[in-house]
């Protein structure tokens, strides 16, 4: 090699390095959608802390278990939970085969895009809205139905499907338990067959590993072939005090770290601290109304049905301490799709 060809040579490496050192940096960040803080550092803090063979808090992998809720915690579920919308687009879909709804709550609503009256549906209301739209047809059909549903749905704010709007920075989390020997699972209030149509595409999880909210499926046989039914009555709701026993029926084991953002979520929590050794119990605030919402003790938008955490949920967690997620502090990065400084994102 020429003395030229030598320099020029050592000199592409010398420009390498400072590139080769920052991708070296980023992948042994596993957590780098973060920013530094105590929300990220208790989460590294407690992976080592169960995984570490010489330490007492050291827990086999067969213990390790960690739920997360879906709504709020990993995607986005303003203004509405994604399944909600689903539901009002199926009544919209179904409207011409049931001429009645016109004149019955809360489908004539609905139909007439009554939004005022929408946010105001009771549980009841939905019930009706689930059974109408969410039954009468195979468990493989729901799925299917989904699926369609999600290929051509877009969030009204970000334009986006609703499977793009998953929190990277969970998605870390999820992907570091799961690389540090945890087996994860999605504990969701909404429908599990719902989730289950797409959590291992979005997710990496399988069917198997989500519990959710569900309705009464029924044993058939349909052209010769068994089918699973799905009828219109409440069979299980995973939320609140259901999650703890969804969690026991499903697992049958406490986990480790769970994650919420709502009082939905606070049995879970409860369950998981519980129990002996280290625990993890984590909350999701939403208080970034400029890359995404604020809700809950941050207040921008108005007192909401979705993803409720009232100021005593706040106190509460401190007092137990559990480690309050600064969605606006703690986040360097909210959406995949997204730069760290979010300036891809739509303005409210």
Known sequence: MTRMGRAGHLTVMLLALPLACAGARAQSDPLAAWNDGPAKQSILAFVKSVTDKTAATYVAPEGRIATFDQDGTLWVEHPAYAQAMFGLDRVHALASAHPEWKQEAPFNAIIEDNREAITKFSEADWEKVVAATH?????????????????????????????????????????????????????????????????ERVYGLPPEQVIGSSILTKYQQQDGKPVLMREPNIFFIDDQGGKPVGINLFIGKRPYAAFGN???????????????????????????????????????????????????????????????????????QIFAFEGPSGSSQPKP
Do not use: C
């Open 262 to 332: 709502s009082t939905g979520d606070r049995e879970m929590l409860e369950w998981t601290q519980a129990g002996a050794g280290p625990r993890l119990e984590m909350l999701v605030l939403h208080d970034d109304p400029s890359r995404e919402y604020a809700y809950g003790p941050a207040r921008a938008l108005p007192d909401t049905r979705v993803g409720t955490f009232p100021a005593a949920l706040d106190d509460e967690a401190k007092h137990k301490g559990w480690t309050v997620i600064s969605m606006k502090n703690d986040w360097k």
């Open 135 to 199: 039954a009468g047809m195979s468990t493989d059909a729901f799925r299917e139905i989904v699926r369609q549903w999600l290929a051509t749905a877009t969030h009204p704010r970000f334009h986006r499907p609703y499977t793009e709007l998953v929190y990277e920075p969970m998605r870390e989390v999820m992907d570091f338990l799961r690389a540090s020997g945890f087996k994860v699972y999605i504990v969701t209030g909404g429908g599990q067959e719902f989730v289950r149509a797409y959590a």
